[in-house]
């Protein structure tokens, strides 16, 4: 059963930086794209950005492009969301996603999930 734990939000003003990861387990992730959704108050969940973990390619929301960078470290099974130049309007509980399907993340129906980090961006 895979497992996805996120970690590293928190509260921050805008303009600042911040990190979060994901550490993976319970499954070899070789064959598995890795993403970020998020879900503001009052809106639906939305797409952020997916990494290929054997190839390293990325795609991300128009929203967060040139802002937000996801990456992976294999030797610890875990992925990060870099996030740059925050704004009020980032704040959301962020998930961590996993699925063999790259589709997945673009339909927003990836079968593994983790339980959500909250991010603040005060302005």
């Known amino acids: 059963q895979v497992q996805l734990v996120e970690s590293g939000g928190g509260l921050v003003q805008a303009g600042d930086s911040l990190r979060l990861s994901c550490a993976a387990s319970?499954?070899?992730?070789?064959?598995?794209?890795m993403g970020w959704f998020r879900q503001a108050p009052g809106k639906n969940r939305e797409f952020v950005g997916v990494i290929g973990w054997s190839n390293g390619y990325t795609n991300y929301a128009d929203s967060v492009k040139g802002r937000f960078t996801i990456s992976r470290d294999s030797a610890k099974n875990t992925v990060y969301l870099q996030m740059n130049s925050l704004k009020p309007e980032d704040t959301a509980v962020y998930y961590c996603?996993?699925?063999?399907?790259?589709?997945?993340?673009?339909?927003?129906?990836?079968?593994?999930w983790g339980q959500g980090t909250q991010v603040t961006v005060s302005s």
């Open positions: 319970g499954r070899t992730f070789s064959r598995y794209a």
């Open positions: 996603a996993a699925d063999q399907r790259w589709g997945s993340f673009l339909l927003g129906r990836t079968d593994y």
